[in-house]
């Protein structure tokens, strides 16, 4: 497994903006102009490139080689036989792309102020019994852990939305004294169906959360330059 971040809070300037538009495919580059925001076009475009950077390099080919293709439910993969499996996020000021070789997936949310009856709503009762479990500012914490384990899974799995939220439950692993905090998802008692879950603080306003089928998580994710994605 394989966890990149790139930064895109700073401006870039056109002669950049243009070396990574030209390595995007003409399909990406016509769904990218229908974007309003130029913000939205730059974290679009950084999660096309990186992705397909970190493929490149764990299938030892280039990047012009790498070719997506969408399942029935939205979610790119790799064409071909390969197993090379990836999943990206953006939030904010950041894009995160995690790379392994069976299904993944990655989600990042910047943290603010949130109505946690959202949780009522969505969480099962043990999930949202552990969000109240703190103080307030434990609770927002918290809420975000749960949020992001979910998405990460739900992403993982490939399918979407048409999972309902409350359909599954993150169970929270006993935590030692500075180990990153983990989970997993048990849909039933067949180890097949166990989905393990690893929470990352990349930064004090963000979440991250990778969603694996083993245990081999990656320590840290690893920031890159976003001029690297021009090269």
């Known amino acids: 497994m394989k966890v990149n971040s790139v930064y895109v809070g700073a401006s870039i300037d056109v002669i950049a903006f243009e070396a990574l538009w030209v390595r995007l495919s003409k ?55 390969t197993p090379c499996y990836f999943n990206v996020s953006h939030s904010g000021d950041w894009v995160v792309c995690a790379v392994d070789s069976d299904a993944i997936g990655i989600d990042i949310e910047q943290k603010g102020n949130i109505d946690l009856e959202i949780a009522r709503r969505f969480f099962t009762s043990q999930e949202y019994r552990y969000i109240w479990g703190g103080d307030p500012v434990t609770r927002i914490d918290r809420f975000y852990e749960i949020w992001t384990f979910k998405e990460s899974y739900i992403k993982a799995v490939g399918k979407g939305l048409t999972i309902p939220l409350q359909s599954f439950e993150v169970e929270i692993a006993q935590q030692e004294y500075g180990e990153s905090l983990r989970a997993r998802i048990s849909k039933n008692s067949s180890s097949a169906n166990v989905w393990f879950l690893k929470q990352y603080n990349m930064n004090a306003d963000y979440k991250v959360a990778i969603c694996a089928k083993e245990q081999l998580f990656t320590q840290t994710i690893h920031n890159i330059n976003i001029n690297r994605l021009s090269l």
């Open 27 to 81: 399909e990406k580059q016509e769904r990218l102009k229908k974007f309003k925001r130029q913000q939205d076009i730059i974290r679009s475009l950084v999660a096309d490139l990186l992705a397909r950077m970190m493929c490149a390099e764990a299938m030892c080919c280039s990047m012009e080689d790498v070719e997506f293709e969408y399942n029935e439910f939205g979610k790119p993969l790799v064409s071909g036989d």
